[in-house]
């Protein structure tokens, strides 16, 4: 009779012990699991790290997690997307003195105008406060600020933002983003007004004769007009007009079948021509409280 081999027996017992063991977890691995999930209302939230246990709670240690976003030093954020604006402003606003606003094209875009996308956030403060001074901010100090609360951010006047960045838009885009700013919503078949008017826009210009960018600025509001729907539209009027043809009505009321009042884009009534633009390919300007240009909501 053959007697078990206790060295066989051992490695086998062995073996089975490993196998009802735990697997040994990473450090990283183990910090997850004790990592406590944030509630759902948290999302969308910024603020300032120094105030993170205070507010919502969190410690230091929590703070470093990868839920966490860094997207300033000193600030923390939850949830946000930075591929839209004004989210991005959203970060940086806790950051901000009481009485910093954000202006120039940063505030265009918040306002829904179409304007080129930009790794920069304006931030202007009132004279002699020195500007911010960060990484992806360009601060500006002003004699006069004027603002208003869009979405929780403080945002200049809209037709301050359009001669602020008459220095830093060409002439054709400081004519749709004036375009976009005239220009209200269509609802029931009503066309609302815009954020600002024409009329200040022209007010703003005269006070500010002899600054950088007026004499653009004077170009541009010759040519904005309202009721235009898409800064393309804008490109083909002025194309239109650069070429010698007269410059076309816009948003034009058509009567048709039945009574139905429609209304084109771009038209010629006399010549009985109407210009219209189909598909997805042309981005409607965005309007405030709607989808925003540069990522905004």
């Known amino acids: 009779m053959s007697v078990p081999s206790t060295k066989a027996t051992g490695t086998h017992e062995s073996t089975r012990d490993e196998a009802m063991r735990p697997a040994r977890r990473t450090r990283d691995e183990d910090r997850r699991m004790r990592r406590s999930p944030l509630p759902s209302s948290f999302d ?4 300032r790290s120094s105030e ?7 410690s230091p240690r929590r703070l470093r997690a990868p839920d966490i976003q860094h997207p300033h030093r000193g600030a923390r954020s939850i949830g946000l997307d930075f591929e839209r604006l004004r989210d991005r402003c959203r ?10 606003v954000f202006s120039h094209v940063t505030a265009l875009g918040l306002l829904g105008a179409p304007v080129p996308a930009s790794a920069e956030l304006h931030v202007s403060v009132p004279v002699p406060r020195t500007p911010p001074r960060r990484p992806g901010v360009r601060g500006h100090s002003l004699t006069s600020v ?3 609360i869009l979405d929780d951010l403080p945002v200049v006047a809209a037709e301050a933002a359009w001669r602020q960045s008459a220095s830093l838009l060409d002439r054709r885009e400081l004519v749709a983003a004036g375009d976009s700013l005239v220009t209200g919503r269509r609802v029931a078949g009503v066309r609302r007004a815009g954020v600002t008017t024409i009329e200040r826009l022209a007010r703003t210009v005269d006070l500010d004769r002899g600054r950088p960018g007026n004499a653009r600025a004077r170009w541009a509001l ?3 007009r309202s009721g235009v729907d898409s800064a393309a539209e804008t490109e083909i009027r002025l194309l239109l007009a650069g070429a010698g043809l007269p410059e076309p009505l816009v948003d034009h009321p058509i009567v048709v079948a039945g009574g139905l009042v429609l209304h084109s884009d771009i038209a010629y009534p006399e010549a009985r021509i109407d210009i219209e633009y189909e598909g997805m390919a042309i981005a409607p300007i965005a309007r ?3 989808a925003t240009s540069n990522g905004g909501s």
């Open 44 to 47: 969308g939230w910024a603020f």
């Open 52 to 58: 993170a246990q205070l507010l919502l709670g969190l």
């Open 91 to 100: 970060a940086l606003e806790t950051l901000l003195p009481p009485d910093a």
């Open 146 to 148: 004027s603002a208003r």
């Open 222 to 224: 010759a040519r904005v």
């Open 288 to 290: 405030p409280g709607t």
